[in-house]
């Protein structure tokens, strides 16, 4: 039988402020254990948490990116649960009435557009750090240590609809929420360290059928590497257990990345009863018309607008234009360089080759991002225009790239220092060339019968005594000349 | 309405006697009676209200404050180390 599978990720994404979502503390990352608390974030009895401002206008900026509607109306609710980790005995989340309702947004998978539904985006504190004994040294074994330094720190939780139907489509869906999280500059969508999470909600049900199997959450998945492999493992471990005469389980299964499966917290888990209700220290929210309308015009220009405005306006395919609107930064060095060095298409094509290429190729050599780029936009425009004057050739340019990279300064500087100036003077070259067809008398015997191919290896021969600072198109004349 | 002391001691991690689990049963049921009497009023017209207070938008700015001392937070707690609450082990 043919199964299809359903799943709905919930994304909890670390929103960038500088303070936590009800207290004046630090959200700053990795500083000593417990020294960005107060009685507010550990819950000491009596205090009053009070609602940071950005974390609201980010939601609510989010929520817009994702076409959703801003409730003119909602409040803050408690989530009780009991764990080391949230000291109040309580998480403030919000249940009914949450900032950011029926949104959607696009993915592409395989060439087709794909609309995936936003349930829901609400505003929500983290709880602390559990740190459990081997991590921590291995004191006598029978403890935990936790650390509130996480404790408060806002998030918001995106909840999408049920709307996927392949572990493909999930990453894809993952892959566009961060982009459009850091293009707001909302979350840095660091998987790796956590300010950006997913849970799955997945089952599978035979191909045709209409109504929803059970489904199992699938939590703990935390790179992006794993959303897709966690998804194949749960789609064939339920199709399997549905073929098998079981079944599929409500349960919570945790993602063992080591193990490459998904395990059931059986026992381990708290029973599901949060007996939410709302939080009576938190004043509802009425968000202002203007200044709602102001988050909305301030909002920048989001990827798929971008990718296409590249497409029409550079002439890029598609493929180029995704790769160069996926991060905000790149698409700025980008757009920075094509508007200094030509208004022409081939231009902006040209750019485009040499920032997918050479210019990817060298951060990722140092894994820096686009920000920690030595090279400006500019300096990379300069040198195109060396290129089309003749003063440089093709093959050396990389050379010289690659120096600006390393030394940050401007093409013509490097060019006069190392000598990279192409010979374009016919005697020069032909002295070059005639040496090389001395050098080799069995090469030109194959190539005049024939052979060529072999054309290349002369131009390769050629280069390599100019050091590649041969004008290749009188050397491809010289050759031709001669040898014919 | 009859509370489970059972259910609620599960959910809150405590264990109790059968001795506690009587005498709590006992309190809180007749702390539901009580509240329970609300239900006799006539509710039809009335919009719901999480609040009491006529307040809406009560917002901070993004600004960091100094948090306590470490010491300070932790001596709060039954248990500590010197850079963390201890807890009894938490997973296996």
């Known amino acids: ?484 | 309405m009859k509370i489970s002391v059972e259910h609620i001691a599960k959910l809150a991690r405590l264990s109790l006697s059968e001795q506690e689990k009587e005498l709590f049963s006992a309190q809180l049921n007749s702390i539901i009676v009580y509240v329970e009497k609300l239900s006799e009023l006539d509710t039809k017209d009335i919009e719901p209200t999480s609040h009491v207070l006529s307040l809406n938008n009560v917002v901070r700015d993004d600004t960091p404050r100094e948090s306590i001392l470490r010491d300070e937070a932790l001596s709060n707690a039954p248990d500590h180390t010197e850079k963390f609450y201890r807890v009894p082990k938490i997973i296996e």
């Not at chain 1, 020069?428 to 080799?440: L, M, P, Q, R």
Request: proline residues 5%; charged residues 30%.
């Open chain 1, 1 to 484: 039988m043919k199964y299809e599978a359903v799943i709905g990720l919930e994304v909890h994404a670390q929103i960038l402020t500088d303070t936590k979502i009800f207290c004046g503390c630090s959200t700053k990352f990795g500083s000593e254990p417990n020294t960005q608390t107060c009685p507010v974030c550990i819950g000491m009895p009596g205090v009053l948490p009070v609602l940071n401002k950005k974390t609201l206008e980010f939601v609510i900026k989010t929520g817009f990116a994702m076409n959703c509607t801003i409730s003119p109306y909602s409040r803050f609710a408690r989530k009780n649960y009991f764990y080391p980790d949230l000291p109040k005995g309580y998480q403030i989340s919000q249940y009914e009435l949450p900032i950011c309702e029926h949104g959607y947004t696009e993915i592409v998978v395989d060439g087709n557009v794909k609309k995936i539904g936003i349930t829901r985006i609400h505003m929500e504190e983290d709880a602390g750090k559990n740190i459990h004994e081997s991590a921590s040294g291995g004191q006598g074994g029978n403890y935990s240590f936790v650390d509130l330094n996480r404790a408060g720190v806002p998030l918001m939780e995106i909840v999408s609809e049920p709307d996927i139907r392949s572990p493909k489509e999930a990453a894809e869906y993952m892959k566009k929420l961060r982009t459009i999280l850091r293009y707001l500059g909302v979350c840095d969508g660091n998987m790796e360290q956590g300010s950006l999470r997913c849970d799955a909600n997945v089952s599978v049900r035979p191909a045709g059928q209409k109504e929803f199997s059970t489904r199992a959450e699938v939590k703990n998945i935390n790179s992006f590497k794993f959303v897709e492999k966690a998804l194949e493992y749960e789609i064939k471990r339920q199709i399997k257990v549905i073929e098998e005469g079981g079944k599929v389980l409500q349960e919570t299964r945790l993602w063992d990345s080591n193990k490459g499966i998904t395990e059931s917290m059986r026992g381990k888990e708290e029973a599901h009863d949060y007996r939410y209700f709302p939080e009576p220290d938190l004043v509802p929210i009425m968000v202002e018309q203007k200044w709602v309308d102001n988050i909305k015009s301030s909002l920048p220009e989001l990827p798929d607008v971008k990718r296409e405005r590249f497409v029409s306006e550079y002439g890029l395919s598609e493929y180029d234009a995704d790769l160069l609107t996926d991060e905000k930064p790149l698409a700025d060095w980008y757009e920075e360089a094509t508007a200094s060095y030509s208004l022409s298409l081939s231009g902006s094509k040209i750019i485009s080759n040499w920032v997918k290429g050479e210019l990817t190729r060298l951060l990722n050599e140092e894994n820096k991002t686009i920000e920690e780029c030595p090279l400006k936009p500019k300096q990379l425009a300069e040198m195109l225009t060396l290129m089309d004057k003749g003063t440089i050739s093709g093959k050396i340019a990389k050379t010289v790239f690659e120096e600006m990279y390393k030394t940050g300064n401007d093409a013509e500087v490097i060019v006069k220092e190392k000598g990279l100036v192409q010979i374009s003077d016919e005697s020069a070259i032909e002295k070059a060339v005639d040496e090389v067809i001395a050098k080799n008398p069995k090469e030109v015997e194959r190539f005049k019968a024939g052979d060529e191919k072999l054309i290349g290896f002369f131009v390769g021969q050629i280069m390599k005594l100019t050091k590649g600072k041969a004008n290749p198109q009188i050397v491809n004349e010289l050759l031709k000349k001669k040898l014919l």
